[in-house]
């Protein structure tokens, strides 16, 4: 997805919140029985291809079974990994500029989120507070700095004509710095290192805490034993803390530094001190603005825009092409693998494949279905790979609003265009869930859309709908109005302010898993 998770991690999400579902569900029946989980290498097919190394996956097994030889059922998740192509690729301008077009600027009279109004208000709400925010802090930054500049440049250089000029400063920056004294350039650096190193304590404190918060319940269940996990934690404590007890040391260090080392200049009184804090929290103010904007960048808008780029002499296209081939990747290997241990023909090692999105994974996850279809269809996988292929379950999902992006900047309408993908949408994919009650996909594969209102990146899918039955060789249906494909459930999310980020919350709700739950385990 847009969050710059490392590799697996997102693997390890999915399979921890699957078991604990499956705990769940076996105290709920008073099963004594746990599901345990253990890292796997995929089986292959000895006939096949098998110089490139496959991702491994992690299996879930009951644990009165063996994970090597199961005899019940198992449940192995792999991931797709596909974020560090697009990471690091755009900036703010760049990223602001592609939104102003897409949003003001856009070219096709037809291209629209299609959502409700109150919704349309939610995200705009959202991004208008984030970027407001930015600016507000940044215009606060610089007004302080100018106040600051120019008290701390009358301290510093008292009687120096221009020094602590605010327009001169402003027009010729360069010209009025040089007319400092030398300890002035001594101040100056070490203003901008406190505030620096405050910054540090600040991300350091929520750094910490979030620690704390996420380890707390395993180090209570370690208190009744000298388990290894209580000894690594009190290693980790120990190193955590003394690289606390330096960062902090070296704040006030720098701190009381900026304050004695201009003691012998009479006249720098409280009135310096308090024009060089005001030029550090400056300082502060600009890092905290950057790291939100780098946070817009990173987590909400570089990536849509690296992905729904679609002019071929892009470099931004070339990237799209990478991310899809990634997960096509993946998904054949998990497609193809097969289990030759047994005398005659390999047998497929996996019954069923059910494909998680979220964020703007459930986009590449659509096109890399549509793309191994297209290899089906043109016989490079068998049509047996596909009918394996059981759920599509999207949460947080950016489909509706990539596919605005992918459309607004198209000067020209195509209706049949995109009448024709829908109708390619429609042939494979459906809203009844009853489908999975059937030995292959080819009535369709169920779709499960989950979505949280306050999310700024999901939406309602509306506007994929088609006239062509699922499984059907594209039979048209006729007159008949276009039919739904895809099964949207909203839920409920305890958080309710405007501004917060819920978008990373799908797989702790349990919400979401008395819907995905049954889904996965439908076989």
């Known amino acids: 997805g847009i969050s710059p998770t490392q590799r697996y991690a997102f693997q390890d999400q999915v399979a921890l919140s699957l078991r604990c579902y499956l705990n769940a569900l076996e105290q709920r029946s008073g099963s004594p029985l746990t599901w345990n989980t253990v890292i796997h290498w995929p089986q292959l097919d000895k006939q096949q291809d098998v110089a490139a190394l496959r991702a491994s996956a992690l299996r879930l097994y009951r644990s009165d079974d063996n994970p090597a030889n199961p005899v019940h059922a198992i449940y192995d998740v792999y991931e797709g990994y596909w974020s560090p192509l697009s990471k690091g690729k755009t900036n703010i301008a760049s990223a602001a500029k592609w939104l102003l077009n897409a949003t003001f600027l856009a070219t096709s009279s037809t291209a629209n989120i299609p959502c409700t109004p109150k919704k349309l208000r939610s995200d705009l709400q959202y991004v208008g507070l984030l970027l407001g925010f930015v600016v507000l802090i940044a215009a606060v930054a610089l007004v302080l700095a100018a106040i600051g500049w120019v008290w701390f440049a009358g301290a510093i250089a008292p009687g120096k004509a221009g020094v602590s000029d605010l327009a001169g400063m402003l027009f010729n920056p360069l010209a009025t710095i040089a007319k400092l004294p030398a300890i002035g350039y001594v101040e100056l650096a070490l203003d901008v290192a406190a505030a620096y190193l405050l910054a540090q304590l600040f ?41 606390s007890i330096l960062l902090w040391s070296a704040f006030l260090v720098v701190a009381v530094l900026a304050v004695v080392l201009p003691v012998g200049f009479q006249h720098l009184t409280w009135w310096y001190a308090l024009s060089s804090a005001i030029v550090a929290g400056a300082v502060l103010l600009f890092q905290g603005a950057r790291a939100i904007a780098d946070f817009a960048v990173e987590n909400v808008f570089g990536d849509v825009q690296v992905y729904t780029t679609h002019d071929n002499n892009s470099a931004f296209y070339a990237i799209r092409q990478q991310i899809v081939q990634t997960v096509c990747t993946a998904l054949i290997g998990v497609l193809m693998a097969a289990d030759d241990s047994k005398s005659g023909a390999p047998e497929p090692y996996y019954d069923d494949l059910h494909i998680f999105g979220h964020s703007l994974g459930s986009t590449v996850g659509m096109d890399s279905l549509i793309f191994v279809r297209q290899m089906v269809q043109e016989g490079a996988l068998k049509n047996a790979h596909w009918g394996r292929i059981r759920s599509f379950t999207t949460f947080g999902t950016s489909l509706e609003k990539t596919r605005f992006f992918f459309d607004v900047r198209q000067p020209t309408i195509n209706a049949a265009q995109d009448q024709w993908e829908n109708d390619v949408y429609g042939r494979f994919f459906t809203d009844d869930p009853s489908v999975l009650t059937q030995p292959d996909n080819r009535d369709g594969i169920y779709w499960n859309n989950l979505w949280y209102f306050r999310d700024i990146v999901a939406n309602e899918i509306v506007s994929y709908a088609s006239d062509v039955p699922a499984g059907s060789p594209f039979l048209w249906a006729g007159s008949a109005a276009p039919r739904k494909i895809c099964d949207n459930r909203e839920l409920f999310h305890e958080k309710v302010t405007p501004w917060a980020w819920v978008h990373s919350d799908y797989l702790s709700d349990t919400l979401f898993w008395d819907s995905a739950g049954p889904t996965v385990t439908s076989s």
């Open 203 to 243: 991300v350091l404190h929520r750094v910490s805490s979030t620690r704390t918060e996420r380890t707390s319940e395993l180090r209570a269940d370690a208190q009744a034993a000298d388990s290894t996990f209580k000894s690594r934690t009190i290693a980790a404590n120990v190193y955590h803390r003394w690289a």
